[in-house]
């Protein structure tokens, strides 16, 4: 049924210049968000579509009028939880990495040291948003692997020998096989197990060499 609405003032002045705008001729089509008043006082979302037209030698603005209050209201509702699934995310994240920080606790603190400078890093490249975000994830699990590696070890204060050094070199491959079923949208697992390549093949586990190792790797190794 046909509905009168009232612009509301807050509105008006973005309505009004867009309509006087398209009357004009400046600009060549309506495309406009307002908030409409009911009667009854309720308050509605509405976008607003038109053109220029000719009516008997009169302009005149053709267009269409539609509600999208519900379907405004859905998006924010999905927003809001994609924004609630990620910070829980990052928190699961973090258990993880307090979880690795335990097992060996002399170096409590280096993932979250290296996901930071590898975002820093990966910033000066011109990185957007997203892929430092990957680089933040990649940075605080590339040691989850050290889990596997008895504490002893881990803490020990004198020097390794080649048996203990052959079981810490092994932390990238199990980085990966703990990350490797997870879906990330970054390659979280394959950083993780390339994170102790070098350039010139010398790293482990695979010997790597240059363009061969990920990008987000090398940042890594480097940080």
């Known amino acids: ?31 406009v968000d307002f908030r409409g008043r009911r009667k009854d006082g309720g ?37 809001l939880h994609v924004a609630q699934l990620e910070a829980a995310f990052m928190h699961t994240v973090g258990v993880v990495t307090t979880l690795s920080e335990i097992r060996d606790p002399y170096t409590a603190g280096h993932e979250r040291r290296v996901a930071e400078l590898a975002v820093a890093i990966g910033a000066e490249l011109g990185f957007d948003a997203r892929r430092q975000q990957g680089l933040r994830i990649a940075g605080s699990l590339h040691d ?8 002893e070890i881990l803490s ?18 199990t980085s990966y096989e703990i990350l490797k079923n997870i879906e990330f949208p970054w390659p979280v697992a394959q950083v993780a ?31």
């Open 156 to 173: 020990k204060p004198g020097k390794l020998t080649a048996v203990e050094y052959l079981m810490v070199k092994g932390h990238p491959q």
């Open 43 to 79: 308050e509605v979302l509405i976008n607003a579509h038109g053109t220029l037209g000719n009516h008997n030698g009169r302009p005149i603005l053709v267009g269409v009028l539609l509600d999208v209050t519900e379907q405004r209201h859905a998006e924010q509702q999905i927003k």
């Open 144 to 151: 989850v692997g050290k889990i596997s590696i008895p504490s």
């Open 193 to 223: 197990l390339q994170h102790h390549e070098r350039m010139d093949g010398s790293g482990y586990p695979q010997g790597l060499k240059g363009e061969e190792i990920l990008l987000e790797a090398r940042i890594m190794s480097v940080a």
């Open 1 to 31: 049924q046909p509905m009168k609405l009232h612009v509301v003032d807050e509105d008006w002045p973005a309505a009004e210049r867009a309509l006087w705008g398209v009357l004009s001729g400046e600009i060549p089509t309506l495309k």
